[in-house]
């Protein structure tokens, strides 16, 4: 299996993303000329003239060449890296919503990131090795699974993209339920780490809920350790309120019970936290994956929902963007980088 995700491609026309943290975006500085093309810039993250920018809120490290280009930004405590890569463009039409455009692509470090990591052997080679690649990234493998996208199957024969449903049909015609997870929609019994096994349910088949997608694209498809359960553990918890509460990752946006207004400090790849059912108990019951600013200027995600009958980055049953007013921009609470 692991052989057959190494070779995956994008699919590409699904989604695009763009990302920008406490005004840097990965590309350019602000107040620079345009970047050079994603070419020059993995040459340069080969060569020693690189300089390493501590920043703060959170705290981590910007990696900048020569021309001045960002090509990374890593974040302490988390391994979600985002790199300067080719320009890409991706829509959902169907659904509606402004396309994102970006040149940014979100890849997990081999280790967390913490002060100085610049200077351990593994770094150099990663670097160089990831910037500007086209391999598929963390937003690649998000985009398989929206609307319409293709069935692909690995050397096995495992569905491991494609159009994703939601889950299976309520009672007497219903919404329907949750508790779809990524081992659902594969159709492959799961052992974790903790030797607890979970089989899928037949019915349930190419479906994930909100948490079952964020666990099919960070863990499935980009290896980021996934648990069993909702306890604290080193890996990604079953639930979207676990994932906020004892999850592992960077504390970008605490839950203060009101939406944040610092969306400046958002990156791509994020996950974000809403309260969708405004209960009495104020408890996170929603997941999403940032991807950035839309060509229409909005903060706008990817999540699965019941109304869209899967993920989408589209606008049907609710805008998907954090800074409109809408349902989802007034229920978010929270963001975590991993």
């Given at each position: ?39 020059e810039?993995?040459v ?5 003239d ?39 463009t ?29 200077n ?62 990524f ?23 190419g ?5 079952g ?12 350790p996934?648990?069993?359960?909702e ?23 605490p ?20 309260d ?11 997941v999403a ?28 049953g609710?805008?998907s ?7 989802y921009a ?9």
């Amino acid at each position: 299996m692991s052989s057959a995700l190494r070779t995956r491609r994008v699919v590409m026309g699904l989604l695009a993303v763009v990302v920008g943290g406490s005004g840097i975006v990965v590309g350019q500085l602000r107040d620079d000329p345009p970047a050079p093309a994603a070419p020059e810039s993995r040459v340069a993250a080969a060569s020693a003239d690189l300089r390493f920018l501590r920043r703060e809120a959170p705290p981590g490290t910007t990696v900048v060449d020569v021309a001045g280009t960002v090509l990374a930004t890593l974040t302490d405590g988390a391994r979600t890296a985002t790199l300067d890569g080719p320009p890409r463009t991706f829509a959902e039409p169907q659904f509606g919503g402004a396309p994102v455009t970006t040149r940014v692509w979100v890849r997990l470090l081999p280790h967390e990131w913490r002060p100085g990591a610049e200077n351990e052997p593994w770094f150099r080679p990663w670097l160089a090795e990831s910037v500007g690649s086209t391999e598929p990234d963390v937003l690649a493998y998000a985009a398989e699974y929206l609307d319409g996208a293709p069935e692909r199957r690995d050397a096995d024969g495992v569905r491991v993209g494609g159009d994703a449903r939601f889950g299976p049909p309520g009672p007497n015609g219903g919404p329907s339920p949750e508790n779809s997870d990524f081992y659902d929609y594969l159709g492959v019994t799961w052992r974790f780490a903790d030797r607890q096994v979970r089989r899928p349910e037949r019915e349930r088949y190419g479906a994930v809920d909100c948490s079952g997608f964020v666990r099919l694209v960070y863990g499935y498809r980009a290896g980021y350790p996934l648990l069993s359960g909702e306890r604290p553990g080193p890996g990604l918890p079953r639930r979207a309120r676990a994932m906020a509460e004892v999850g592992p990752g960077a504390v970008v946006l605490p839950d203060t019970g009101v939406p944040p207004t610092n969306l400046a400090a958002l990156q791509a790849g994020d996950l974000l936290f809403f309260d969708l059912d405004r209960a009495p108990d104020r408890r996170i019951d929603h997941v999403a994956i940032y991807l950035g600013r839309d060509e229409a200027g909005k903060a706008r995600f990817v999540s699965s929902r019941r109304r869209a009958d899967g993920p989408t980055l589209g606008d049907l049953g609710g805008t998907s963007v954090l800074d409109d007013g809408g349902h989802y921009a007034r229920s978010f609470r929270a963001a975590k980088r991993l």
